[in-house]
Each structure stands twice: as C-alpha cells, then as structure tokens.
T-cell receptor
Framework: QVQLQESGPGLVKPSETLSLTCTVS????????WTWIRQPPGKGLEWIGY???????NYNPSLKSRVTISVDTSKNQISLRLASVTAADTAVYYC???WGSGVIDQWGQGTLVTVSS | DIQMTQSPSSLSASVGDSVTITCRAS??????LNWFQQRPGRAPKLLIY???NLQSGVPSRFSGGGSGTDFTLTISSLQPEDFATYYC?????????FGQGTKLEIK
C-alpha cells in the first residue's frame, strides 16, 4: 500500500531554514502532485504547496517567497525547504499526495517542527 | 484565494444520532470539494471526494452532497469513533484551501 514518511529536525532556530524530507513507497512518483501541508498546534490546516516530478511547482502566496518543494524520483523522495523561519512556522508538517484534481488522498503521519532558540 | 467556511465550529451529539456539517465556498467550485476526518494526534483521513464520492474503506454512514458553493457532510447513526474534527477542502484551484474545522464532541 502507499506510505509516506516525513523526516527531519524537530527543532529549528529562528531565521534559519527548515528542511524536511518525505519518503514515498507504493506509488508512482510521476503520476501525482506531491504536496506539503502544515498544522500549527491546536489550529487548522494550511496548504503549503505542491510540485510535480517535471518541476511544475505551485506555492501558497503567503509562503511563496520562502518555500521550495522538490521531487526526486530516483530516491522516491519529496523535500520541503522553508527559509527565514519564525515561531509562527511551528507546526506539524505533513507530506501528502494530490491526484492533480485537488483530491488529497494519502498523507504521512506528520512531523512536529518547533521554531525556537 | 477561495475561502472555505464551515458551520458549526463545534457540535455535540450522542451515539446513534445523525449530524450534518455545512461548508460554503466564497466562489463556485463546481463539485471539487473533499471532506476529511482528523482524530487527535493523527493525520487527516479522506472521507468524501468530489462532493459526494465515498473514499474506499469509509463506512457508508458518511455521505456528502452539494455543488457550486454549498456543500454538506452527513454522518448517520454516529459511532464512538466518529467523534473527531472534520475539515472541508476545495480542490478547484490553487492554493488549495481548507475550512476552519468542525469539532464533533460526545454529548
């Protein structure tokens, strides 16, 4: 079955860059839009953006100047980089699969990233 | 961005009850509306896609409807495991956007 697993540092200092990786198994990397979504503690869901294997990325305008999502089909991995983080970026970060029609059907378990000095 | 507004924000009900959650989009999204369930400490789980299609493995007591700007999620005969938070999400355009969530609690 399809599995997505996030990994990366759980603590990042303010002004630094948050970097996460999502490893995918059981799914073709070239057939979907690979997505990152976040959820601050106790709050709702925020779509960060997605990328297709060919490099057709689309980002949330609220984060666009700071975010990069990459897809590495050779490693079955998706990466997220978020620059110049502040405490407001503290959240559980999920990687997920979007059919391209906006249906997000598979999610990783999520990883909590705390921004603090 | 398309704004998604859910109502109510919270809801109390008993096992066996039926409940309906509403989601309204700030502009028309055809039937590009999905519903998720999220239990504490867990990732969201897709329940309904394209407004009314039941995701594989989801119990038939969950149903969705609507098109354009107004949508509903109905849960009939509530079970203990249904008490969770529910989110709608539009897939019509980017950025994808979610409703603020509806927390369903046991009365």
């Amino acid at each position: 079955q399809v599995q997505l697993q996030e990994s990366g540092p759980g603590l990042v200092k303010p002004s630094e860059t948050l970097s996460l990786t999502c490893t995918v198994s059981g799914a073709s990397m070239t057939s979907y839009f690979w997505t990152w979504i976040r959820q601050p503690p106790g709050k709702g869901l925020e779509w960060i953006g997605y990328n297709f294997y060919s490099g057709s990325a689309n980002y949330n305008p609220s984060l666009k100047s700071r975010v990069t999502i990459s897809v590495d089909t050779s490693k079955n991995q998706i990466s997220l980089r978020l620059a110049s983080v502040t405490a407001a970026d503290t959240a559980v970060y999920y990687c997920a699969r979007d059919w391209g029609s906006g249906v997000i059907d598979q999610w990783g378990q999520g990883t909590l990233v705390t921004v603090s000095s | 961005d398309i704004q998604m507004t859910q109502s109510p924000s919270s809801l109390s009900a008993s096992v066996g009850d039926s409940v309906t959650i509403t989601c309204r989009a700030s502009e028309t999204i055809s039937k590009n509306l999905n519903w998720f369930q999220q239990r504490p400490g867990r990732a969201p789980k897709l329940l309904i896609y394209a407004a009314s299609n039941l995701q594989s493995g989801v119990p038939s007591r969950f149903s969705g409807g609507g098109s354009g700007t107004d949508f509903t999620l109905t849960i009939s005969s509530l079970q203990p495991e249904d008490f969770a938070t529910y989110y709608c999400q539009q897939g019509f355009s980017v950025p994808r956007t979610f409703g603020q969530g509806t927390k369903l609690e046991i009365k």
